[in-house]
């Protein structure tokens, strides 16, 4: 009888009769851990395996989420999360994320920035104040499928990637002020490395992509839409792109297609290995391609600078139409560029000639 009994005695207990501890609570598996409501997140998600935000649930005026995750942790969106307008700067962002080996799945989720109740055309630069949406900072792993809406400014700030993929992807700001948005960048990469961001749709009112700075940065099989066309930049002082690849994408209705752009005050800097191919254009209103070492971010200064060079650009099977209007297919101004390749180019319906000044050789304007 007194065996039958001890085969009943739970396992923690059997470590006591057997004069050993049962392992802490840091020590035990993680938690999957699942949230209905802004108030139910906690501000130390560490001790979960994942992580499930499962709305719809809507985030208080000026309030943030912000998730630092466990190393190889899941986070799933689930239905919609609504971000109510608020009073938060550009220096802030609704949605902060870090971790290593992490996995994003927004395949069933949906975050709404409440952008259309901010637009007034000044975007970042004045007017009512504009948070900023989805920081990704010092990440690894994938983000997969997530939709994200009204985008108040920048979508996408991704800094200190390394080695992190974001796949499919859909951000739209279109609705009833759709025209007054400004500066809703896409993907704003900055310090990364081994980045890809393929399959995703984009519907914005600037830069569908924007690499600031970083290394091995990849852009394939995305479509744009009504923005200001697929970056390199804008580079600024001690700001170093080496290794952009960009393919298969599609970019319409949109001011550019193919851009460049070095601060004409740049020193310090470098735009190198940069490679557009089987890129289709649509209804391009300014340039199909603008390679420009003169930017401000109050407009082309039509002197360019030498402090920042561009070297060892190719572009090939570039296709497609200009929207009617004054536009150009072609335009470099450029007083450091060097190693252009340019190959299979055919824009049409451009009212300006091409104007290529100040790189040689590769076939630019031919």
């Given at each position: 009888?007194?065996?039958?009994?001890?085969?009943?005695?739970?396992?923690?207990?059997?470590?006591?009769?057997?004069?050993?501890?049962?392992?802490?609570?840091?020590?035990?598996?993680?938690?999957?851990?699942?949230?209905?409501?802004?108030?139910?997140?906690?501000?130390?998600?560490?001790?979960?395996?994942?992580?499930?935000?499962?709305?719809?649930?809507?985030?208080?005026?000026?309030?943030?989420?912000?998730?630092?995750?466990?190393?190889?942790?899941?986070?799933?969106?689930?239905?919609?999360?609504?971000?109510?307008?608020?009073?938060?700067?550009?220096?802030?962002?609704?949605?902060?994320?870090?971790?290593?080996?992490?996995?994003?799945?927004?395949?069933?989720?949906?975050?709404?920035?409440?952008?259309?109740?901010?637009?007034?055309?000044?975007?970042?630069?004045?007017?009512?104040?504009?948070?900023?949406?989805?920081?990704?900072?010092?990440?690894?792993?994938k983000l997969t499928g997530l939709t994200i809406l009204n985008s108040p400014v920048h979508t996408f700030s991704i800094?200190?990637?390394?080695?992190?993929?974001?796949?499919?992807?859909?951000?739209?700001?279109?609705?009833?002020?759709?025209?007054?948005?400004?500066?809703?960048?896409?993907?704003?990469?900055?310090?990364?490395?081994?980045?890809?961001?393929?399959?995703?749709?984009?519907?914005?009112?600037?830069?569908?992509?924007?690499?600031?700075?970083?290394?091995?940065?990849?852009?394939?099989?995305?479509?744009?839409?009504?923005?200001?066309?697929?970056?390199?930049?804008?580079?600024?002082?001690?700001?170093?792109?080496?290794?952009?690849?960009?393919?298969?994408?599609?970019?319409?209705?949109?001011?550019?297609?193919?851009?460049?752009?070095?601060?004409?005050?740049?020193?310090?800097?470098?735009?190198?290995?940069?490679?557009?191919?089987?890129?289709?254009?649509?209804?391009?209103?300014?340039?199909?391609?603008?390679?420009?070492?003169?930017?401000?971010?109050?407009?082309?200064?039509?002197?360019?600078?030498?402090?920042?060079?561009?070297?060892?650009?190719?572009?090939?099977?570039?296709?497609?139409?200009?929207?009617?209007?004054?536009?150009?297919?072609?335009?470099?101004?450029?007083?450091?560029?060097?190693?252009?390749?340019?190959?299979?180019?055919?824009?049409?319906?451009?009212?300006?000639?091409?104007?290529?000044?100040?790189?040689?050789?590769?076939?630019?304007?031919?």
């Amino acid at each position: 009888m007194f065996f039958s009994k001890l085969t009943t005695i739970s396992a923690a207990a059997s470590l006591l009769l057997l004069g050993v501890s049962a392992a802490p609570a840091a020590l035990q598996e993680r938690a999957s851990c699942t949230y209905t409501s802004y108030a139910a997140i906690p501000s130390d998600v560490s001790g979960c395996s994942s992580v499930t935000l499962q709305g719809p649930f809507t985030v208080p005026a000026n309030s943030v989420i912000s998730l630092s995750l466990a190393t190889g942790a899941t986070l799933t969106f689930k239905d919609t999360i609504t971000f109510a307008k608020g009073t938060l700067t550009s220096s802030s962002f609704l949605v902060t994320v870090t971790g290593t080996n992490i996995n994003i799945d927004g395949t069933s989720g949906t975050l709404d920035g409440s952008g259309q109740s901010y637009y007034d055309g000044q975007g970042a630069n004045g007017g009512i104040p504009k948070p900023k949406f989805f920081k990704l900072n010092n990440v690894s792993g994938k983000l997969t499928g997530l939709t994200i809406l009204n985008s108040p400014v920048h979508t996408f700030s991704i800094n200190n990637a390394n080695g992190f993929t974001i796949d499919g992807v859909t951000i739209d700001d279109r609705g009833a002020n759709y025209a007054l948005g400004h500066n809703t960048d896409a993907f704003d990469v900055s310090s990364s490395t081994t980045l890809i961001i393929q399959n995703s749709h984009v519907y914005n009112n600037d830069d569908c992509l924007a690499v600031n700075s970083g290394k091995d940065i990849h852009f394939v099989n995305n479509y744009c839409y009504g923005g200001h066309g697929v970056s390199v930049g804008s580079i600024k002082t001690g700001k170093v792109v080496d290794g952009v690849y960009v393919s298969g994408t599609q970019i319409v209705n949109s001011m550019n297609g193919v851009r460049i752009k070095v601060y004409n005050d740049c020193t310090g800097g470098s735009v190198s290995n940069v490679k557009y191919d089987s890129v289709t254009l649509s209804g391009i209103t300014d340039y199909g391609i603008v390679i420009e070492q003169d930017y401000t971010n109050s407009g082309a200064t039509g002197t360019p600078g030498t402090g920042c060079p561009i070297s060892g650009v190719t572009l090939s099977n570039i296709h497609g139409t200009m929207a009617s209007g004054d536009g150009t297919a072609e335009y470099i101004l450029c007083a450091a560029c060097s190693g252009f390749n340019f190959s299979n180019i055919a824009i049409t319906g451009a009212a300006k000639a091409n104007s290529c000044t100040g790189v040689t050789g590769g076939n630019p304007c031919s």
